[in-house]
């Protein structure tokens, strides 16, 4: 979830499953299978909806009873998957499986299926409830933390979710180290060691990149997106914005809330939020955009899979993938602002006169180290990632206690981006992720990153006038190649295995360091 943030496990709702995914003489067991797969989807449906609810709606005076309620309908959820029977119609259906072709939905149904269960399992009903609990607890004491502007009456919420956490790996189990327990409920087949040299090679190829571009700050200037932005306006461009990508609001929706995050209800039912802020332009139309990357995820899964695993993303990184896209790639591209320049312009001819549309361009894409992730230009905004990464293996491992993170925090702020948060919302309570004990995510928003430039250069390699149709105001092309390749795949295939069908080459930073070097070269005359 969250401000880009996707809250996975919803999967997706409709009255059936679609032939595809029944091959003739499919056994009794494999039907018996689908009604309880659905069964299981419609609960963390409810439960997502009641996430979505606690965020958008709910008064403070409900979150006692919230945090009972998502225990209980998480306890269900699971009890329901990891049920003895469960495991029984897969033994049985194991035989039927091998005679299935191994790229047919049905065997990649059951492949997911399998993988998830032999996880879940693993973990005890109780703890499942008590993380649920936990989660609504941390995200009120987040709240009221923030409220204060200090750590403290975080802490004892946010130690209880480190704790439980540890016990959740422990429970799951791990090949190498304990974080990879929690990766892997993200990221599916990838282990830490990996996310560590990725972001090693990434760090290497950005801070060179940093520094050049500190030594020319005054090739790019933003300060007219700063003044008077009328909120009721800010709202009005938001959703042309996310009609222009193709949402779908017959079948999605955007309100508000503290952090944008994405709730994926069903494939009829995605909901978005934003925030405004009447005294920039920019953060809520780029949180828009990023979480309308995410919607078009949700509503663009099969219609045969829903109420299915498969009906689920492949992973939070390719997730993220499609939200960073949206935003960034196409969002902040100058073909982009080429057609969207004047619908913002109409709206502040005031705030924006004597500006055009690559004026525009460029101070959408101003780089500088700064203190919120979610404000962070595309080459920083990995730097965030990093921090955060380190911080989380450090807190799991017991090698930082929970107290002294704020401490942690402002130092690797200042080693990474030069800069020292004011208080603690300009700091360690700035991301909502570990309100609800989201350990294990935040590497998916820097692979996304890279995964998202991938596609892309896979894109434009089958569909070289893509730009030249986005410059147009015809985003269709680039829905389009998403939904062949990305969309309809779902999670048959795990994050690397998805990326290697789709690009035909292992994940790799070099795509999205091109595309920096390449753009924020061109911006800062390096």
């Not at 055009?356 to 500088?368: G, P």
């Amino acid at each position: 979830m969250a401000d880009a943030d996707h809250r996975a496990g919803a999967g997706t709702t409709s009255a059936g499953t679609g032939a595809s995914l029944v091959p003739a003489g499919a056994p009794p067991a494999y039907h018996r299978l689908l009604e309880r797969l659905g069964q299981v989807s419609d609960l963390r449906a409810a439960a997502s909806l009641l996430n979505w609810d606690e965020e958008v709606n709910m008064p403070p005076g409900g979150a006692a009873a919230r945090a009972e309620q998502k225990a209980t309908i998480s306890r269900l959820a699971h009890q329901a998957f990891t049920a003895p029977e469960v495991g029984e119609w897969l033994d049985e259906l194991s035989g039927w499986e091998a005679q299935l072709d191994p790229e047919s939905d049905a065997a990649a149904l059951l492949r997911v299926t399998r993988r998830d269960y032999e996880r879940s399992r693993r973990v005890p009903p109780d703890l499942v409830a008590e993380l649920a609990r936990a989660s609504s607890q941390g995200y009120q004491a987040w709240m009221e933390a923030r409220s204060q502007r200090r750590f403290a009456p975080f802490a004892p919420a946010l130690a209880r979710l480190v704790e439980l956490r540890r016990q959740l790996a422990d429970a799951l189990g791990y090949p190498e180290e304990p974080y990879d327990a929690l990766l892997e409920g993200h990221e599916p087949g990838m282990r830490t060691r990996q996310v560590r040299e990725l972001f090693a090679r990434l760090k290497e190829g950005l801070v060179p990149l940093v520094q050049a571009i500190a030594e020319r700050q005054d090739r790019v200037r933003d300060d007219f997106l700063h003044g008077d932005f009328p909120d009721a306006d800010q709202w009005e461009l938001t959703l042309e914005a996310l009609r222009a990508i193709g949402f779908d609001f017959q079948r999605g929706r955007q309100d508000r809330s503290v952090h944008p995050f994405t709730a994926g209800l069903a494939a009829g039912d995605v909901r978005l939020t934003t925030r405004i802020f009447p005294d920039v332009f920019g953060p809520a139309l780029f949180s828009s955009l990023h979480e309308g990357g995410h919607g078009l995820y949700e509503q663009g899964f099969p219609a045969a899979w829903h109420r299915t695993p498969l009906a689920e993303a492949a992973s939070s990184a390719v997730h993220e993938s499609q939200s960073r896209l949206w935003e960034n790639v196409i969002g902040r591209s100058r073909e982009f602002w080429t057609f969207f320049f004047p619908k913002v312009q109409a709206r502040f001819p005031r705030q924006l006169e004597g500006v055009d549309a690559e004026a525009m361009y460029r101070a959408v894409n101003r780089s500088r180290p700064s203190l919120i992730r979610v404000e962070a230009d595309e080459v920083t905004y990995n730097l965030h990632i990093m921090l955060r990464f380190e911080l989380e293996l450090a807190l799991l491992g017991g090698d930082l206690p929970v107290d002294e993170l704020p401490g942690a925090w402002r130092e690797k702020t200042l080693a990474y981006l030069g800069l020292e948060p004011a208080d603690d919302v300009e700091g360690v309570l700035q991301d909502i992720h570990w309100s609800w004990g989201g350990f294990g995510y935040f590497p998916s928003y820097a692979l996304g990153n890279l995964i998202a430039l991938q596609l892309w250069e896979a894109a434009l390699r089958d569909e070289p006038a893509l730009p030249e149709r986005i410059a147009r105001g015809d985003l269709r092309g680039v829905l389009e190649w998403m939904r062949e390749h990305v969309h309809r795949n779902g999670a048959r295939w795990e994050p690397l295995e998805l990326v290697r069908r789709v690009t035909g080459a292992e994940l790799s930073e070099e795509p999205f360091l091109r595309y920096v070097r390449r753009k924020y070269g061109e911006l800062y005359g390096l």
